[in-house]
């Protein structure tokens, strides 16, 4: 009999330092999981900023041609020296930028591009004869382009340290 109650007592504390073990695992594992969580939230805020460079390669080519298009009428056409219909032309375009540019997302490079296209149609809406011969418009896109295109490469990178990767990478598993 009392080597029964040997082998229940050691069958007992093994299966207690089971238990306990295992409660260990899983405290060290829910702390993990939250460190993991929180790393989760940051890649996934960055996120959209990496897309913003898929979507800037269907989105500058538009915004360029419009800018181009309405630049070219400034210079070379009579009808934009015409005050009131100039200024129309530079306001439907202005219009029709911040449109193409609306679906560029995260953080504050949105308020960043409509801040340039502002300051374009400003410029541009200006009475003085110089700024119509200026391709402000082209350029407010060409600034705009490389502005998200940086943002979006400032992106990878961070992604890429908190998922300890090659930025290269990125694009392949993130996507």
Same mark, same amino acid.
Request: glycine content about 4%.
């Given at each position: ?73 400034? @210079?070379?056409?009579?009808? #934009?020296?015409?005050? &009131?219909?100039?200024? *129309?032309?530079? $306001? %439907? ?36 004869? @110089?700024?119509?011969?200026? #391709?402000?418009?082209? &350029?407010?896109?060409? *600034?705009?382009? $490389? %502005? ?28």
């Amino acid at each position: 009999m009392p080597e029964e109650e040997i082998e229940n007592q050691a069958e007992l504390n093994k299966k207690e330092e089971d238990y306990t073990r295992a409660l260990r695992q899983e405290r060290k594992g829910e702390i993990v999981e939250s460190i993991s969580e929180k790393t989760q939230a940051e890649i996934g805020s960055l996120l959209p900023l990496i897309k913003n460079k898929k979507r800037l390669v269907l989105i500058l080519p538009l915004a360029l041609s419009f800018a181009l298009a309405s630049d070219a009428a400034d @210079i070379f056409l009579v009808i #934009p020296a015409i005050p &009131i219909v100039g200024d *129309i032309l530079d $306001l %439907s375009t202005a219009g029709i930028l911040a449109m193409i540019f609306w679906p560029i997302k995260g953080g504050n490079i949105k308020f960043k591009i409509m801040v340039i296209d502002a300051v374009a149609m400003f410029i541009e809406l200006l009475p003085f004869v @110089i700024t119509d011969e200026l #391709p402000t418009f082209t &350029i407010a896109v060409i *600034i705009t382009g $490389l %502005s998200v295109y940086r943002k979006a490469n400032k992106a990878k990178k961070e992604v890429a340290e908190l998922k300890k990767v090659d930025p290269d990478e990125i694009s392949e598993k993130a996507l």
